[in-house]
């Protein structure tokens, strides 16, 4: 057991509950994580050869119970400890709105009982009172009515996914089944999660999520990181499949393709690549296994058709997540600009504060378009500790450049 908590929590029983809470749900999250290997394997089977339907069914059924096997357990458990209480219905009337997508970040939630996964994780129980004040018993409680809205959320959803799968596996759709499987491990690793940090947010306040769970990925995160990285890759390539693609350029073709064939080597390694969807990652895969092995007349087609893939890989930015996260920034954004522009005639000091205010949201769209992305690069010129007049004005109209592009 963690020694922070056993430090923590006084009374016998409750360090007991919540030890086994938070051993169960390391054993959930382990299992959860197994999945992002295995649904690429399983895809790699639909796409490499023919299944018996019957046994490609059983396989699928298997790797649910493996996947999920440690998340039941760990709701089991918090029917033990919620005994007693209502537990027919949440705590909340908005528990009906509870579903997988509601793990990204959004706004600020209207019932801080259900906020799991609305807000960072850090954020998650921020409206617990000061806890510092309060015995074991009366912590454990508040943890508790959290489990409470937790478990009903995630076995109502999980009930639900487990409905959908089956049909789906019945109507033979199979990218669909491994859909589903990926968004509801990745939504219920984010609730388990939530259990963890409702312990350590009511007992250890001062300890960072990330220190609890390292290497820890939100569905936002992962959507940030595959964005950005893709970003990235498309910045690299294009150079190099311009020269590619032109006549004129023939003596560069060699060196050229060399530079894509290991741009691609390094990519399809990379944890972006790892947290990509199955299908997506498994196309990036073949892209570069035919480069690594045609030659360079095939490889040049192959290298136009890699680039367009990668770009229709911007419908990324349509994941519910991402569009949460991205009205929040581009608010932000607004928000910081308006008051800098209010404030550049009263104190250029006092500008700068919300000018960097809005810089900062700003990189966290880093990888929503091209256009953005060459934006920002220019922001990056600007001085942080400048305070003159004429360079904060034009940093600021940069910056409005950029909000502009970014609301369209």
Not at 85 to 91: A, F, I, L, Q, V
Not at 98 to 113: N, Y
Not at 168 to 182: F, K, M, T, W
Request: glycine share 6%.
């Amino acid at each position: 057991m963690d020694s922070r908590l056993q430090r923590a929590i006084s009374t016998p029983k409750i360090l007991q509950q919540a030890g086994e809470l938070i051993r169960l749900c390391f054993r959930a999250l382990d299992d959860l994580k197994q999945l992002d290997e295995s649904l690429y394997e399983r895809f790699l089977q639909t796409r490499q050869a023919a299944e018996n339907p019957v046994a490609y069914a059983a396989g699928l059924h298997k790797l649910w119970d493996d996947t999920f096997r440690g998340l039941f357990e760990v709701l089991a458990y918090c029917r033990t400890l919620t005994a007693g209480e209502d537990t027919s219905k949440p705590s909340s009337d908005d528990s009906a709105a509870f579903d997988f997508g509601d793990f990204g970040e959004s706004g600020p939630p209207a019932q801080p009982d259900l906020s799991i996964g609305a807000a960072d994780i850090g954020d998650l129980l921020e409206n617990l009172d000061d806890v510092s004040s309060k015995d074991d018993t009366e912590r454990w409680k508040g943890v508790v009515d959290k489990v409470i809205s937790i478990e009903y959320g995630l076995s109502t959803q999980l009930k639900e996914a487990r409905e959908r799968f089956d049909l789906a596996i019945g109507a033979g759709e199979r990218n669909q089944v491994l859909g589903i499987l990926d968004d509801t491990q990745s939504s219920s690793s984010e609730g388990v999660h939530a259990l963890v940090a409702a312990v350590y947010e009511t007992f250890v306040p001062d300890v960072a999520p990330a220190t609890v769970v390292p290497g820890y990925l939100t569905s936002l995160g992962r959507a940030l990181l595959v964005r950005r990285g893709l970003a990235d890759l498309a910045s690299k390539l294009t150079g190099y499949n311009d020269t590619l693609q032109n006549d004129r350029e023939a003596d560069e073709h060699e060196h050229a393709l060399g530079q894509v064939r290991s741009q691609m080597r390094t990519f399809v390694n990379s944890v972006v690549c790892r947290a990509m969807r199955a299908a997506d990652r498994w196309q990036m895969v073949e892209f570069e296994r035919e480069l690594s092995e045609q030659p360079l007349r095939s490889a040049r087609l192959t290298s136009e058709g890699l680039v367009k893939y990668v770009d229709s890989l911007s419908s990324i930015n349509q994941r519910e997540v991402l569009q949460l996260h991205d009205s929040r920034v581009i608010a932000e954004m607004r928000e910081a600009l308006s008051s800098a522009r209010q404030l550049l005639d009263l104190s250029q000091t006092a500008a700068r504060e919300q000018m960097d205010r809005a810089y900062q949201a700003a990189n966290r769209l880093k990888g929503r378009s091209p256009v953005t992305d060459e934006l920002l690069v220019g922001l990056e010129r600007f001085s942080p500790n400048s305070s003159r007049p004429g360079e904060n004005a034009a940093y600021l109209e940069k910056l409005e450049q950029m909000l502009a592009a970014s609301d369209r």
